[in-house]
């Protein structure tokens, strides 16, 4: 029997949901309950950045046992890839898995990026991604949004009728420095429990991914991946 099979009946009314978002410089675990087709907000920890590997586990324990709530009674899990820290992204996905896999929870995965023009009400939003350059999602030609890594190429390029949530201040300063038309909304971060909200529809619908696919949603190559490239050629 799948994950959606078994779960089809308890992400229902009631039913126990769980987010993780370890993206960002500062992170979020959080637990929601489905109130009809809406999510009551239970409760939710912060977590500071560089610390996700050693706080994670124990923040989503904690949670729980102050909710009174096994890992086997969740619904679904929410889990948001990307984009952000390398670093950040894994951690949190390994967690997801850890807790998803035995207790056979389905997940669901959604991009900080729309979890942040979702907050907004727009379509475009914009993170920091250092190096003088944005994660950016955009209306594509067919309609449905994209996201790339945005420097300032490409973000000279972005039509001045657009509206942007931005959700630090890294990236509303070259923001307003590479596009000074376009109208920034400044939005504070997204966290685990807005995940949860934009992805109830998602979770009552069943539309889970397979979690041996699940990866981040990273939209730059690695530290690892760019210098090690690097080194490769001028090796040569």
Request: charged share 20%; hydrophobic share 50%.
């Given at each position: ?10 992400v ?21 309950r ?16 560089r ?19 096994r ?48 907050k907004a ?11 003088n ?6 209306p ?36 307003a420095?590479?596009?000074p038309a ?24 069943g539309?889970?991914v ?25 090796g040569?």
């Amino acid at each position: 029997m799948s994950n959606d099979a078994q779960h089809t009946g308890t992400v229902r009314d009631g039913g126990l949901l769980l987010g993780i978002d370890t993206c960002g410089p500062k992170g979020s675990v959080a637990l929601g309950r489905f109130s009809g087709p809406l999510v009551e907000i239970l409760g939710e920890t912060e977590l500071e950045g560089r610390s996700y590997s050693a706080t994670l586990v124990a923040a989503v324990e904690d949670l729980l046992a102050r909710a009174g709530v096994r890992v086997s009674e969740l619904g679904a899990i929410v889990a948001v890839n990307g984009p952000g820290s390398f670093t950040g992204v894994r951690v949190g996905l390994s967690a997801v898995k850890g807790l998803a896999e035995p207790a056979r929870i389905p997940v669901v995965a959604v991009s900080r990026l729309q979890v942040l023009a979702w907050k907004a009400g727009v379509e475009s939003a914009a993170l920091d991604a250092h190096r003088n350059e944005v994660f950016l999602r955009v209306p594509g030609l067919d309609g449905e949004s994209i996201e790339l890594l945005a420097g300032l190429a490409e973000l000279g390029m972005t039509p001045p009728s657009l509206q942007i949530a931005v959700g630090d201040e890294a990236a509303a300063v070259l923001l307003a420095s590479a596009c000074p038309a376009t109208t920034l909304l400044r939005i504070p971060a997204p966290t685990a429990a807005d995940a949860m909200k934009l992805a109830a529809p998602g979770i009552l619908a069943g539309k889970f991914v397979d979690l041996a696919k699940l990866d981040g949603h990273y939209l730059r190559r690695s530290d690892a991946e760019i210098f090690g490239a690097a080194a490769k050629v001028h090796g040569a």
